[in-house]
């Protein structure tokens, strides 16, 4: 993967498609005043390089499922093969290695509305170079999700912000789940390696009609259960400290603490789970300082906050799409 530097152009492209992964280049070049043939050529050079994904991704909150976060102790010599392992399964995502390199943290990613989030832990526990096994099931997710990650959406103003949202698909959180099919397992598979890949491909892909795979995503992303995530490396974007908070909170505050982590935009996840620590949040910051502020303002102005374990990520193998070749750093 090359090494590229974002400037305001390529801000502004990742600001519009966290508004909408399949937003047509052209209706975002006309918001941004450039031609098309630029939009294009930039999402492709940023893409090339592995800068920027845009991905599918099922959301267990509106299916009901349960997901998992692990954090898997290993001894020193297995501690890569655990992770490149972890990333090549399609029902997980974010595979990290944290602190010293002797743990590795992933999230479970059920592969469809039937599957269950919990049949990883049935055998990871034995494989080997694996010590110990520490497993929290979501039951509240505070930061994250379809809003995307608000740190990297700083291309846009608030006119152009508009302009786009108002071409963006409608979510209506009470429709019915419409019924799991093998063509959705398909559509899902291939969305999940380019979120942007054409009606053509897909219906290629699925063995179907272009008419009816356009039907079913429209259908999928109306009801919520499909929607899509710009992935960007956050070194792009001046986030040189990455790390992962695992925190024990009493359960008379949970709420107040969710209130202030949600208000920080270095908080690219947080939620409340099962498990010795009962919130754990993701953020990313530019440096120690940056952390430091997080930990001792953000996390220090609320009450009720019993412990604090702050785990370095030293390495990403993963994030939600497949697992790209060769690994990229952070």
């Known amino acids: 993967m090359g090494s590229i530097e974002f400037d305001a152009v390529d801000l502004a492209i990742v600001h519009a498609l966290d508004i909408d992964g399949r937003m047509p280049f052209a209706r975002i070049a006309e918001v941004l005043g450039v031609s098309d043939a630029t939009v294009v050529r930039r999402y492709r050079r940023m893409r ?12 267990t909150r509106r299916t009901g499922q349960a997901a998992w976060v692990l954090r898997v102790r290993c001894v020193p010599d297995a501690v890569e093969a655990v992770a490149e392992g972890l990333g090549r399964r399609s029902d997980v995502a974010w595979v990290q290695l944290l602190s010293a390199g002797a743990e590795v943290m992933c999230v479970t990613r059920p592969r469809g509305p039937q599957a269950r989030g ?17 497993a929290h099931c979501i039951l509240r997710v505070v930061v994250g999700g379809p809003p995307g990650w608000r740190a990297q959406n700083i291309g ?7 302009a786009l949202t108002r071409f963006a698909p409608v979510v209506d959180p009470d429709a019915p789940l419409p019924p799991w099919s093998d063509d959705d397992r398909a559509l899902f598979a291939a969305l999940s390696r380019d979120g942007r890949m054409s009606f053509a491909d897909l219906a290629r892909t699925c063995g179907t009609s272009e008419s009816a795979v356009r039907r079913r995503l429209e259908v999928l992303r109306a009801t919520g259960v499909l929607y899509f995530e710009v992935e960007t490396d956050p070194e792009y974007l001046g986030y040189a400290m990455p ?4 925190m024990s909170v009493r ?13 920080d935009a270095r908080a690219v996840f947080a939620a409340v789970s099962t498990g010795r620590a009962n919130f754990l949040v993701n953020v990313l910051c530019r440096d120690t300082a940056d952390l430091y502020d997080f930990i001792a303002h953000t996390l220090g102005s609320v009450e009720g906050i019993t412990n604090v374990e702050t785990t370095p990520i030293v390495e990403t193998f993963k994030r ?8 990229r750093r952070r």
Do not use: Y
């Open 48 to 59: 090339a390089s592995g800068a920027i994904r845009v991905v599918a991704i099922g959301d």
């Open 320 to 327: 939600e799409g497949p697992m790209p070749q060769p690994r």
């Open 156 to 162: 846009l103003d608030a006119d152009q912000v508009a």
């Open 251 to 263: 359960p008379s505050a949970l709420d107040a603490v969710a209130e202030a982590v949600a208000a």
């Open 243 to 246: 790390a992962f908070l695992w």
């Open 118 to 134: 919990d049949q990883l832990l049935r055998n990871i526990g034995r494989a080997a170079g694996v010590g110990e096994l520490e």
